[in-house]
Structures are given as C-alpha cells and as structure tokens.
C-alpha cells in the first residue's frame, strides 16, 4: 500500500468556555499522511498549535478504535465524517482529498452544551441510563446468561441494540435534537431479553420520562439517526420503545 | 400525530368515495349530498368530530414543530442531510400548512355552501382554472405530506418488522399516489371539460 499524502483547509469550531460565543478559524495543514486517523490528523493540528505558543484545539477521545463512545464532531454536515458506520476515531484520511475544506463543528443539541471547542457536556444520555437502564439483582447469584435459553433472533436484535456506544451522534444529526435512537436502543436491548422482563414497565416510563425532561426534541421520524449511527442501530429501536412505552401507559 | 393522522386518512378514505359519485355524473354527486344531510345527526357529529380532530393534528404539529426547533439549538454552518429524498420529511410543516389552508378555503365554499346545488356549485367551482390549479398544488402537498406520514404513522405506533417493512415501503407510494390520483382528476375532468 502506497502512503499519500494530502493538504488540507480546516474551519474548526473554537470557543473558550461554555459561556463564550464561539467562531469558526480556519487553519492549514501541508503533508498529512493518508494512513492517519481523522484524530491523528486533529493531533499533528494541535502539535503545530502548541509549537506555535496557540491554544490546541481540545476535542474528546479514548479509546480510539470505535468502542468507547467518547470521539465526535461533526465533519461536513454529517456527524463523525462521510464514512457509513465509523466513529470518528476510525475515520481515514484516505477518504479525503488533497485542497479539500474541513469545516469541523461540535455535537450540537440543546441538550448538549459545549463545554470547550469540539467538546460537548453529553450526561444527559448518562441520566437517561441511570433513570431505567439497568437490570437489578436483588437476591441470590445472578442466573448464568447461557443457562437461559434465548432464540437466536432475538439474541440477535438485542445485541444489535446493545453496539450503541452511546456517542450522541444520534442526537447531533437530528433535525430535532432527538435522543430516541439513544433511549430505544439502550431500552429494546433489555426488553428483548429475560433479565429485562421484572422492570420492564417502569424502564420504559423512566427512561422516556428522563429524556423528555433533559430537553431533547421529539422524533418525527426524519432517520438521519440511523444514517449516521457509527454502529449501524436500526429506527426499529424506536419504534421497539414506542410499543414499550405505549404498552407501560395504557395497560399499566 | 399518529393518532389524529391516521383518522384523517380515514376520513380521506370516505371523502375519497363520496366524491367518486362524481366520476358518474353531478347529478348522482348530489343525490349522495342529499342523502347524507337527511341525517343530520350522523353530519353533525361527523363534521365536528373531523374537525376537532383536524384541529388537535394542526395544534400539535405545530408545536411539535416549535418544540423541535428549540430543541436543535444553534443550527450547523454546513446543512446536509445524511439521508436520501429527506423532502417529503423536513417539510411536514409547510405541506401541513397548505392542506390547512386548503381545508379552509374548500370548507367555507363547498361545506358552509348550500347543500342543495351542491353538484352546481362544484362543477362552477372548476370552472375558474385559477380555482383547479389551487386543488390540484393542495393535492400534491397533501400526497407529499402522506408520503412521510403514513409510513411515519405506522413507525411511530412502533409497526416495524422485516417482515412487513417491503409491504410498508411499497404503500409509502400507493398510498400518496392513490389520493392524489382520485382527488385531482376531478378538477383535471373539469378543467378538460369531460365533467358534467
Ligand atoms: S475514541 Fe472511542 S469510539 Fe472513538
């Protein structure tokens, strides 16, 4: 394999604090491998910036190989870049262009403040968690996962929704600010399953009763959710928690 | 949304068959207008449950719209849309909007009309072309609209299985299509003067 290497014109969204209004810069970078990872390229950026006494440009990461749930912004429009089912971390620089513009934003949502350039304040999703979703064990040993026997289908869907790494990009691409990709994944994942049967109905009513209270919007079925979604998390979800939650309301 | 959405699709569906009397002749048209309002009872719960229901579909959706904008928050410096033929979607308000308008126009002028020469007053109504351009656009905008909202009805009351998802893609055009099918060739007969 041949590495090339590419120029690049990056606008990145910087602001200070939460409370400072923000601005695009416009920065340029020569010789970036086309091996490196998007984050790699933001590194060698920041690397230029500090060498240059300027403040880098503070972004979020961990793990770097697309499972943490920590990396996004938005590249171009589209959350975590233009490759279908990769966070940004995993994004290559082969997939751009040499004189090609960057123009780099934060995950926006009401429900998501910035806290610093790239960076957003995403607990809202952890609250969401921690209102229903969760199983709890309250007697006895946990029984083994393998000893209960599951159809392989339906292993499969709750699987499926239990990839979600809980980026956000969800909630950053939707036109409403919606987190329900978010909740019906994190809710179907446990509704699918034994272990979720007990707190089934409460999980339902908490969880959606937490989203609505952090502001995010409502779905109107737009499906740029399930188009951005670095794990490929079908709308079904969704509809899977609307059916959870109109079941909890009305039969109790 | 969901629920006021798929009345009105049901009401479409009866509106849909009264005006088909109308592919007959405007005489038959009006012998269904007469037999009708000789219940008044049925006419009168009808009519205002239809409009209660298109009321509470208008209110919501256009708080759900608000609701939504605030919801986004600062907007981004380059609008793309991740998904393909997203038009139908990202303008439910505006095509809502014209049905809306539409509603208004088409009920003061027909429903408030006299039901007595109600076949006359629909074939003069097209007469104007001005008049059956103006149906014929609300005709698209409502298949537009029924082009998100149907499927979108059927996602929201969580109705999304593989095994019944090429069936649901396929009525996402049958659906739009058939109404705008029925509801404009009446304009379109009379505007080509095959309408008696
Ligand atoms: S840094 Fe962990 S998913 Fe990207």
Redesign the pocket.
């Known amino acids: 394999m041949t590495t090339k290497s590419i120029d690049l014109s990056l606008e990145i969204w910087r602001q200070k604090d939460s409370k400072a209004t923000g601005d695009f810069e416009t920065y340029t970078l020569q010789n970036i491998s086309t091996d490196m990872s998007f ?1 790699e390229m933001l590194d060698v950026l920041n690397e230029n910036l500090t060498r240059e006494g300027r403040d880098p440009v503070a972004f ?13 912004a938005v590249v171009n429009g589209i959350a975590h870049g233009p490759e279908p089912e990769t ?4 994004l290559h620089m082969r997939h751009f262009n040499s004189g090609d513009t960057l123009v780099i934003e934060p995950f926006r949502s009401r429900a998501f403040p910035i806290m610093k350039d790239l960076i957003t304040d995403r607990s809202a999703l952890d609250r969401i968690i921690q209102a229903g979703g969760y199983v709890s064990v309250n007697t006895g040993g946990a029984p083994d996962g393998n000893a209960i026997p599951i159809p392989s289908t339906t292993a499969e869907l709750a699987m499926d929704a239990a990839s979600c ?1 809980g ?1 956000g990009a969800c909630v950053a691409s939707c036109p409403n600010g919606a987190a329900m990709l978010f909740t019906g994944a994190k809710i179907s994942q446990l509704s699918l399953l034994s272990q979720g049967q007990p707190e089934r109905k409460e999980r339902a009513m908490a969880m959606v009763t937490a989203m609505d209270k952090e502001g995010f919007g409502n779905c109107t079925n737009e499906r740029e959710c399930e188009a951005v979604c ?1 794990k490929g998390i079908s709308i079904r979800n969704i509809a899977i928690m609307n059916r959870e939650y109109v079941k909890a309301s009305v039969l109790g | 949304m969901a629920i006021t959405g798929c009345c009105l699709v049901l009401f479409l569906c009866s509106h849909a068959a009264g005006n088909a009397t109308l592919f007959y002749s405007t005489q038959l048209f009006q012998a269904y207008a007469d037999q009708l309002h000789s219940h008044p009872l049925i006419v009168s719960v009808f009519s205002k449950g239809l409009f209660l229901i298109f009321a509470v579909h208008a209110i919501t959706g256009s708080l759900l719209f608000l609701q939504n904008r605030k919801a986004r928050g600062q907007g981004y410096k380059i609008q793309t849309r991740a998904v393909k033929n997203s038009q139908a979607s990202s303008t439910m308000i505006y095509s809502g909007l014209l049905i809306l308008l539409f509603a208004l126009i088409h009920t003061a002028v027909v429903s408030f009309g006299d039901h007595g020469k109600i076949g006359i007053t629909i074939s003069e109504l097209f007469d104007s072309f001005f008049v059956s351009i103006f149906y014929l656009i609300a005709f698209i905008g409502l298949a537009l609209h029924l082009s998100h909202g149907f499927w979108s009805m059927l996602q929201t009351f969580g109705v999304n299985h593989p095994r019944y998802n090429k069936l649901i893609s396929r009525l996402t055009y049958v659906v739009p299509v058939f109404f705008l099918l029925i509801f404009s060739a009446i304009p379109l007969l009379f505007l080509f003067g095959t309408g008696q």
């Open positions: 984050l979020d990461h961990d793990c770097r190989e697309g499972i943490c749930g920590m990396c996004g966070t940004l971390c995993q790494i980026c670095p």
